[in-house]
């Protein structure tokens, strides 16, 4: 069975652009989440999606939105990028149905904002 | 705020010395408690969950944690530790009705002399 699969692996932008980042779930997993994870920080939730809404949203700025389509990928769009959303963002999926379901990581996909 | 804590930020242990990695969470209601490890270069891998029941949970490669509720704690434990074990240890908790909003503690790295 494929694991999460995200893309790009690695990506390098500058301030004030945008950026889209993509996530496949595991098959048949109708949750996915997304995490920050920093040296300062550690790993900080962002939002999850099921069904293609969201379902939780944590506490980032307005910058950080994301989407679900109907076969589940997810992606995640940060716009006006600072030097400081230098980050791995992951993705997670489950299965979503049942509360606490755990959730499977991707590699993840390595920011760098100059 | 609900947060989860890990006590030890690095651990340093020889082979076959016992390990135990402190997590304590921050919320009265209902949890689910999960052990999440991440192996140099690799992803974020499901160690051992707790959702009800026992509350002494074995987890894979021979990994245990307890669920103190009286102390807020799950406390992850090996008896004897292997070179392989080094890697990055994360406790994360779902707390109350939320279902895909994983709360991380900082991580414990944890490096094994062989």
């Known amino acids: 069975k494929a694991g999460v699969t995200q893309t790009p692996r690695y990506l390098i932008k500058t301030r004030g652009q945008q950026v889209t980042l993509s996530c496949s779930p595991i098959?048949?997993?109708?949750?996915v989440s997304w995490y920050q994870q920093t040296p300062g920080q550690g790993l900080q939730f962002l939002f999850e999606?099921?069904?293609?809404?969201?379902?939780n949203k944590g506490n980032f700025p307005g910058r950080f939105s994301g989407r679900q389509f109907s076969n589940s990928r997810s992606e995640m769009n940060v716009s006006t990028l600072e030097l400081g959303d230098s980050a791995l963002y992951l993705c997670?999926?489950?299965?979503?149905?049942?509360?606490?379901?755990?959730?499977?990581f991707g590699d993840g996909t390595r920011l760098s904002i100059l | 705020a609900q947060s989860v804590s890990q006590h030890n930020h690095h651990v340093i242990l020889s082979e076959a010395a016992s390990l135990e990695l402190g997590c304590n969470y921050s919320?009265?209601?209902?949890?689910?408690l999960f052990w999440y490890v991440q192996y140099p270069g690799q992803h974020l891998q499901l160690l051992l969950k707790y959702f009800s029941g026992d509350p002494l949970v074995k987890g894979i490669k021979g990994f245990e944690a307890e669920f103190i509720k009286s102390k807020f704690s799950f406390n992850l434990r090996k008896p004897s530790v292997q070179w392989s074990d080094t890697a990055e240890y994360f406790c994360?908790?779902?707390?109350?009705?939320?279902?895909?909003?994983?709360?991380f503690g900082k991580g414990t790295k944890l490096s094994v002399k062989p």
């Open positions: 919320y009265g209601g209902t949890v689910n």
């Open positions: 999606y099921f069904s293609e809404t969201q379902r």
């Open positions: 098959s048949g997993h109708r949750s």
């Open positions: 997670a999926s489950s299965l979503g149905g049942v509360r606490g379901q755990p959730q499977h």
């Open positions: 994360a908790v779902i707390i109350g009705g939320s279902q895909g909003n994983l709360i």
